[in-house]
């Protein structure tokens, strides 16, 4: 792959540390009037999900990651792998695995388009999103009547997780949720 | 008033950023001229660029009418060289309100070409210039009550880090640095690098609200005198200014001493050569002028822009910039 120097930082450039592909979240150019210049980066590890600020010295490069984010359609998971296809109409399937899932497991619905990020060519992330619509699998009876206002209960969605609906919800109903907080929305 | 298309108007900058500008500069100009500070005007472009190690001139080429052979010239990082030479010429206090060039500088904070407010005062010493940037400081950013500290350089380290960056030894700066910053430098890289690292990354955004650093280790004099601290260390008579965490101003009980000048003309291109940076030519009418003899003075470079975005609340200074360097 290609280097890029630290002149050619920007936010979203994906570049290997230490064995691992990383995503500039945020670049920083420091330099004192009088003094050395750095530039400071705020790194993601693409892999852990670390998020921690790398220094690098005026000139210096570092190696390009070949990472990709594509829109994938869920298929299915055969316990080990969750299988994916590129929702681009070549129908071209993936297999992550449960690292690669991580906490997106509780979001998986099929034939849903999740963003997989591919490391030479094998995916290394997947992310939901921002609203999934899921049915409600188990929840205690829903109080009639009380639409307007008060109180919460669990509810066991169709994907394993779990969230706080508002009491009036019934079990098979179908509900938007947002990804990013874990919260119910509406009724789908 | 003023018209400009569109979409540069909505996406760059807001014309209320002119005004806030137009009233900084006339309110610098009332500044000096109630205290009788003369504003002068030296090239931009000059055919000595600056030697400090850590500063890039951008260099231009002037080609004469007539003949295809181009003269190597700069622009200039700062004033100072050619202010200097007025001062030894016998101008008295001078001012002057600088378009600026330094080549690599881009950021948030940073722009190749900027605006420098630089002063020289005669017969100030360091605290009496680092009250009247004070005074400066407190007429632009009037809607804030600033209390200002000042700290000295050692004080800062040992009241952020708990080490002394005068006396330390390179181990014990090294392994704090890397105690702190993520990043991969060589042993070998020099002490003031380890500092600045230090300085720019621990300190800064540990400093109170407005506050001076002064009395620099003596390796980052540049064009300071040194001098000796309250505890015997050797120090240069420097400081810097930092307001919300952004440096504003950099100031110096200047070098007189011509002698001593061409021996930091050295040492910096030595230094230049070991960051296998160009040498530049030492500045021989700066060096004479030291030698007919620069009137004892303090003088301070303050970034225009970075006040304005102090004034304004802004973190990008394109914000406050009618182009940046992008749209120039």
């Known amino acids: ?74 298929l299915y998971t055969d316990g080990e792998f969750w299988h994916f296809m590129l929702a681009d109409g070549t129908f071209e399937q993936y297999g992550a695995d449960v690292s690669a899932v ?20 094998a995916p290394i992330a997947v992310a939901a999103p921002n ?58 | 008033m003023l018209r400009l298309p569109k ?50 001139s951008i260099p231009v080429t002037f080609t004469p009418d007539g003949t295809s052979i181009g003269h190597s010239m700069y622009l200039m990082s700062s004033p100072e060289y050619a202010m200097k030479r007025l001062l030894a010429a016998g101008s008295g206090c001078i001012y002057q309100i600088a378009k600026a060039f330094r080549n690599g500088e881009a950021g948030r904070r940073h722009n190749p ?53 005068l006396t330390a030894s390179d181990d014990a700066i090294q392994a704090k640095a890397l105690a702190h910053v993520d990043i991969q430098m060589d042993h070998s890289t020099p002490r003031d690098t380890w500092l600045d690292l230090l300085m720019s990354h621990c300190i800064e955004p540990q400093l109170p609200t407005a506050c001076f650093i002064y009395d620099y280790p003596a390796s980052q004099a540049a064009l300071a005198r040194t001098d000796i601290d309250e505890r015997g260390n050797k120090v240069a008579r420097r400081f810097e ?31 230049r050569s070991a960051m296998s940076k160009v040498p530049m030519a030492a500045d021989i009418r700066l060096v004479a002028a030291l030698q007919a003899g620069l009137p004892e003075c303090s003088g301070v470079a303050l970034g225009v822009e970075r006040l304005l975005m102090l004034a304004s609340g802004e973190k990008d200074i394109a914000k406050v910039m009618a182009f940046n360097h992008h749209l120039a």
């Open chain 1, 1 to 74: 792959m290609a280097n890029y120097n630290s002149n050619e930082f920007k936010s979203g450039l994906k570049v290997m540390l230490e064995g691992d592909p990383c995503s500039m979240v945020d670049v920083e150019f420091v330099k004192p009037g009088k003094g050395q210049a750095f530039t400071r980066v705020r790194m993601k590890n693409l892999k852990t999900g670390r998020v921690w600020d790398r220094t690098f010295k005026s000139g210096e490069s570092i190696e390009a990651a070949d990472v990709m984010d594509l829109n994938m359609e869920y």
């Open chain 1, 102 to 121: 991580g906490d997106c497991i509780k979001w998986l619905k099929e034939q849903e388009i999740y963003v997989v990020t591919l490391w030479n060519d």
């Open chain 1, 131 to 188: 609203f999934v619509d899921l049915e409600v699998t188990e929840t205690d009876p829903g109080l009639k009547g009380d639409t307007a206002q008060g109180g919460s209960k669990p509810a066991i969605l169709a994907t394993g997780a779990t969230v706080r609906v508002p009491l009036f919800i019934e079990q098979g109903e179908f509900l938007k949720i947002d990804t990013r907080s874990g919260e119910y929305v509406s009724r789908a």
């Open chain 2, 7 to 56: 979409a540069d108007i909505s996406q760059h900058h807001q014309l209320h950023q002119l005004r806030n500008r137009a009233k900084v500069i006339s309110q610098i100009r009332a500044f000096f001229a109630a205290r009788d500070v003369l504003e002068v005007d030296t090239p931009v472009m000059s055919h000595y660029g600056v030697s400090d190690p850590h500063i890039d």
């Open chain 2, 113 to 165: 070409e900027f605006t420098l407010l630089e002063w020289y005062r005669l017969d100030f010493t360091l605290e009496q210039l680092m009250q009247e940037v004070a005074n400066l400081i407190d007429i632009v950013l009037i809607d804030e009550v600033l209390e200002w500290h000042f700290w000295s350089y050692r004080q800062a380290f040992e009241e952020v880090l708990s080490i002394n960056p």
């Open chain 2, 241 to 271: 200014v930092y307001v919300n965490g952004i440096e504003l101003a950099n100031g110096y009980h200047e070098l007189t001493d011509a002698q001593e000048q061409e021996q930091r003309f050295a040492l910096d291109n030595a230094a």
